[in-house]
C-alpha cells in the first residue's frame, strides 16, 4: 500500500475571521492545492483535510489524494474553541491516519497548519494534555498566527513550530500560500526519500513570517477575544445572519476630520467590516451568548445591511437581538417576532449590545 503524507488545514473561522481573511484563505487553498498537483513528489504522496472551527468544529474535506481534491468554501461561526478544534483534530487522526505496525508501513507522519488569529473561548487544557501526551512526537504542528493575535503562550505549549504570519504586509497572502506550499513540497521530497522526520519549513521572509523563540507570561482564559468587537445581526428582510465586526483602533487612526477625531477619542472600537454569512453560522457557534456586551457609545460608524442594503444594521431589538432597519417607525424582529418602534437618533442615547466571543 502507498505511504501517504496526511496534511491538515485546522482553520479558524470564527467572526474575527469573517470578510477579507476568509476569502483569502479559500483562495489560499485553492492555490496550494493547485501548486501542489504540478509537483509529481507531492503528487504521489500528499493528502489533504481541511477543518474548519469557530465554537465548534467540522471536518469539511476529509483526507483526500491531491487530484480528487476541490477546494471548499470555508464556512463561519462564533467563537474561537481551540480545544474543541484539537479533540476533533485528534479524533480525525486517530480515524483516519494509518499506524505502522510491526507487518505495515503506516502513513508518513502528519502535517497539521493551524491557522487562528484569536484567544481560544473554550478551556483547553485538557486537550493540550492530550496532545502532548499522544500527538505531539508523531504529527508536525506548525501553528500560524494570522496578524500575531492568537496566544501564541498557548501556542507555544502545542508546538515548537509558532510563526507570526503579518497579513498587512505586500501580498501577503499570496506569499504564505507560497511559503505553505514549498514546505509541503518539501516534505514530501524528504519523505520520498524515506526520511519521516520533523517537518522542513521553507525559508520565512522576514516581514511576513516570523518565528516566535518563547511567549513569557500566560494569557489567562478569559472567554472572549477583545482586539475585535463583533456582532450578528439578522437581516429584517430576508432573514439571513450577517457580522458587523469593529476593531480596536487603540489610537492608530489619523484624520483630519474634527467629527471622526472627536469620536476616535472616546470610543475605543472602529467598524472594520460587515459580512453577509450562511444560516449554516449557527452550526458552527457555540451555545450561548459570551454574556459580555459593549456599549454603543464605544463604536464608531454604523453599516448597512449586507443583505437588503437598509441604512441600519446595528439596529437592537427589545430581545436583544441585532437586525437590520430601513429608518424610524415600526419593524419586526427577525428573530423573536417583537415589533419595536425604532427612532433615528443621531446623538442618541447609548446602550449595550451583547457582543460575540470572537
Ligand atoms: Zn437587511
Ligand atoms: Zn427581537
Redesign the pocket.
Known amino acids: 500500500m502507498m505511504r501517504r503524507l496526511p496534511i491538515y488545514f485546522l482553520v479558524d473561522v470564527s467572526e474575527s475571521m469573517v470578510g477579507k481573511n476568509l476569502y483569502s484563505l479559500e483562495e489560499g487553498i485553492g492555490a496550494i492545492v493547485s501548486t501542489l498537483r504540478k509537483d509529481p513528489y507531492a503528487l504521489e504522496t500528499a493528502f489533504l483535510s481541511v477543518i474548519a472551527f469557530a465554537g465548534k468544529a467540522k471536518t469539511v474535506v476529509p483526507l483526500t489524494e491531491l487530484v480528487a481534491f476541490y477546494p471548499p468554501e470555508l464556512p463561519a461561526g462564533g467563537g474561537t474553541a481551540l480545544g474543541a478544534a484539537l479533540s476533533h483534530l485528534m479524533d480525525e487522526i486517530d480515524r483516519t491516519v494509518v499506524v505502522t505496525t510491526p507487518n505495515r508501513k503506516g502513513d508518513w507522519r502528519p502535517i497539521v497548519f493551524l491557522l487562528t488569529d484569536g484567544h481560544p473561548t473554550d478551556d483547553p487544557s485538557k486537550a493540550l494534555d492530550r496532545w502532548n501526551r499522544s500527538y505531539r512526537n508523531r504529527v508536525n504542528m506548525v501553528a500560524v498566527s494570522i496578524g500575531g493575535g492568537a496566544d501564541h503562550t498557548l501556542l507555544k505549549r502545542l508546538t515548537d513550530e509558532v510563526i507570526v504570519f503579518n497579513d498587512s504586509a505586500h501580498d501577503a497572502f499570496a506569499r504564505f500560500v507560497k511559503w505553505v506550499s514549498m514546505s509541503i513540497q518539501s516534505q514530501s521530497r524528504s519523505v520520498s526519500a524515506g526520511q519521516d522526520g520533523k517537518v522542513s519549513l521553507a525559508k520565512a521572509e522576514p516581514g511576513l513570517l516570523e518565528s516566535v523563540e518563547n511567549a513569557e507570561g500566560l494569557t489567562p482564559f478569559a472567554g472572549v477575544d477583545d482586539r475585535y468587537a463583533v456582532f450578528v445581526g439578522k437581516c429584517s428582510k430576508k432573514a439571513l445572519p450577517y457580522v458587523v465586526k469593529y476593531e480596536r483602533h487603540m489610537g492608530r487612526i489619523e484624520t483630519s476630520d474634527p467629527v471622526l477625531s472627536k469620536l476616535l477619542q472616546t470610543r475605543r472600537y472602529a467598524l472594520d467590516a460587515v459580512a453577509p454569512v450562511k444560516n449554516s453560522y449557527f452550526e458552527l457557534s457555540d451555545s450561548g451568548d459570551s454574556g459580555q456586551s459593549v456599549s454603543s457609545g464605544d463604536l464608531i460608524g454604523q453599516p448597512n445591511c449586507p443583505h437588503c442594503g437598509a441604512r441600519f444594521a446595528m439596529a437592537v ?3 436583544g ?1 441585532i437586525n437590520c432597519v430601513d429608518g424610524g417607525g415600526d419593524h419586526t ?1 427577525p ?2 417576532g ?1 415589533v419595536t418602534t425604532y427612532t433615528i437618533s443621531e446623538s442618541g442615547e447609548h446602550f449595550d449590545i451583547g457582543r460575540g466571543r470572537g
Open positions: 431589538c427589545q430581545c437581538k424582529c428573530w423573536c417583537q
